[in-house]
């Protein structure tokens, strides 16, 4: 106890202000001589410091993300920040240089704590007030609250194990994806962590669950190399579709022939990494067709292809010749950083099939159930509870087909992976969540995950080999999955299994979605409208959610429809309020619509 007090006393190294201090005046004189070395006139370099001035940075879910030329100083902050966060944990962190599924002119910051994960939601109004510090002493003060030494726990007492050379030693490591500014930002984070004393490594192009599965690995002691990333997928994803030797695999399965899935790559990164874990699982029979990889003279990131293209206009990509593929063909489309995927087949018309990321997120937990179950007696009854987590814009087919499924309904969180990754590692003993955008993962508990590896040797013990099949197939599940964040690489393998051990051609239609509609309404000020219940009813403004019952109470009797609902939001990255309605048809959709947006109009 004595020394526990002592340890907290005792008066903090902060010869990084110093040096911080130091490196910032060189790093705007340095902005400055590139700006004029590019041929940019002093006009021209002082209007982008303006722009950059005017900015006020907002860390959210999508970390800092705007146009790409006004952020050299915010990674430069963020580096720095980075670096703070390795020394609040004594440990190895991370950022990712990338705008995700925006327009190959952005870029972001992307902030990758210790443990593979985002940036916890208390700091990110810490990351906010050293990216729009307007003085040296307001980001120093930011640093120093990032950089307050954090408790280690149990999990963290027993990763000191691990050799101290490696595993303990403060460094960041930093990544970025394909567009043109990325680079040149990259090394802005970079300068910035130097900046605190602390060691940088730059790992080049990757994917961003990519860095953060490496971030994961080096602080837990595992081996964490880009290559033993793709060790670890291929060889999970080789386990669970191993097919036993006595007879199991009768040549029937159809789904496992020699027709390729078809990748819609987004012109991004994930082209250059998917090659890598095709050429890994291909003699696993898992080939890819790689499509809109980036190199072509018409390639442009994110611009008519990807997964936010093809979830939002339901329509197969405008590159790649997809929509050309004979009917039935599985496809998946990934985005900008490969964090996302959404999976669909074609018709014979041009059209598609969407399987989103909420038919994703019931096809892996009804597989995970399954599993659980038929491993019982060796898993108590109800001693790993399996559950999805939801936002309110997941459709309401699944949810209803989620609770009769399961025996429990969805729990439903406020938008945003960071409220869906703490729910499902919370809730649940095994938690799923998919954002309907294809964003999402299965998590394992330690307790889970122990209680499996106990229950294999317990049923090998006692031979019972129907029992040890499936427990082999929970633990080989968990080597598919990117233990730290949603990975469209890691998703598209475990999909891929699922539909190979349960042969089954497709799960598009395993319930049919429900009409929806999702619309922007431009308000003077988004922040008037606040939202309570999981964003699923309107706080304020007074009278605005009463106008929404009452559209909806309409419609249910006009349409003689009960699955009518409809709820708004402020959107968490644009100037705006988002507008979502649900329905049997289509043409009721239409007219909650409009009744919603003209109660808005009214009440704002």
């Given amino acids: 106890r004595a020394t526990t007090t002592t340890m907290a006393t005792a008066p903090r190294d902060e010869s990084w202000t110093t040096s911080y201090a130091r490196e910032t005046v060189k790093h705007a004189r340095a902005v400055k001589t590139t700006a004029r070395e590019a041929g940019q006139d002093a006009s021209e370099t002082a209007a982008v410091a303006r722009e950059e001035d005017y900015i006020q940075f907002s860390y959210g879910t999508a970390g800092f993300r705007t146009i790409a030329r006004t952020l050299h100083s915010t990674c430069f902050r963020s580096g720095a920040f980075a670096a703070a966060r390795a020394m609040a944990h004594d440990a190895v962190t991370g950022i990712v240089i990338t705008a995700s599924h ?20 208390d700091l990110e109004r810490v990351a906010e007030a050293l990216a729009n510090g307007s003085d040296i002493d307001a980001q120093i003060e930011a640093l120093r609250q990032a950089s307050a030494p954090v408790g280690r726990g149990e999990e963290d007492a027993d990763e000191s194990e691990a050799p101290a050379s490696e595993h303990r030693r403060r460094r960041v490591l930093v990544a970025r994806d394909t567009r043109e500014s990325g680079e040149a930002l990259a090394n802005e984070a970079l300068a910035g962590i130097r900046a605190m004393g602390i060691d940088a490594v730059d790992c080049g192009e990757m994917t961003t669950p990519q860095l953060h599965y490496l971030v994961w690995a080096t602080n837990a002691g595992e081996p964490c190399a880009e290559s033993d990333y793709f060790a670890r997928l291929s060889s999970g994803y080789a386990a669970l579709t191993e097919r ?8 029937d399965d159809t789904t496992c022939d020699d027709v390729p899935l078809v990748i819609d790559c987004a012109d991004g990164v994930g082209a250059q990494k998917l090659k890598i874990l095709g050429d890994a699982v291909a003699a696993y029979g898992l080939k890819f067709d790689l499509r809109n990889r980036g190199d072509e003279v018409t390639s442009s990131l994110n611009d008519g292809v990807g997964a936010d293209y093809v979830q939002k206009a339901r329509t197969p990509p405008a590159r790649g010749e997809l929509s050309s593929l004979p009917p039935n063909t599985r496809c998946v489309s990934v985005d900008g950083d490969a964090d996302r995927l959404i999976y669909y087949e074609t018709r014979a018309d041009g059209s598609i099939d969407l399987f989103d990321g909420d038919k994703i997120a019931t096809m892996i937990a009804t597989y995970i159930k399954s599993l659980v179950d038929a491993s019982v007696p060796f898993l108590q009854p109800g001693s ?26 969805p729990a439903c969180v406020p ?29 394992f508990s330690p307790k889970a995950s122990k209680a499996i590896e106990e229950a294999v040797v317990e049923a090998l013990m006692r031979r019972s080999m129907p029992h040890v099949e499936a427990l082999l197939a929970l633990t080989h599940v968990q080597r598919c999955i990117n233990p730290a964040v949603g990975d469209a690489m890691s998703g ?94 289509s043409e009721c959709v239409d007219a909650v619509t409009a009744d919603v947006s003209r109660a808005l109009d009214v009440a704002l």
């Fill in 415 to 443: 938008t945003g992976v960071k409220h869906l990754h703490h729910a499902a590692e919370e809730l649940y003993d095994v938690g799923v969540y998919f954002e309907s955008n294809g964003h999402g993962t299965a998590i």
């Fill in 102 to 121: 925006n327009p190959a002119a952005d870029n972001g910051v992307k902030l990758v704590e210790p443990n593979g994960t985002t940036l916890p939601m």
């Fill in 384 to 409: 790993i509870r399996v559950g999805v987590v939801q936002t309110a814009y997941a459709n309401g087919a699944s949810t209803a087909y989620l609770t009769q499924t399961l025996g429990e309904a």
């Fill in 244 to 251: 036993g030797d006595d007879g199991d695999d009768d040549g």
């Fill in 492 to 585: 598209i393998l475990l999909v891929e299994a699922i539909i190979r051990r349960t042969r089954a051609r497709s799960y598009a239609h395993v319930y049919e979605d429900l009409a929806s509609k999702q619309t922007k309404a431009k308000v003077p000020d988004r922040a008037l409208v606040k939202t309570t219940n999981a964003e699923r009813e309107c706080s304020q403004p007074a009278g605005l959610q009463d106008a929404i019952n009452a559209a909806c109470a309409t419609a249910r009797a006009s349409f003689n429809d009960p699955h009518v609902r409809a709820f708004v939001r402020p959107s968490g990255t644009e100037d705006c309020v988002r507008i979502y309605v649900e329905a049997l048809t």
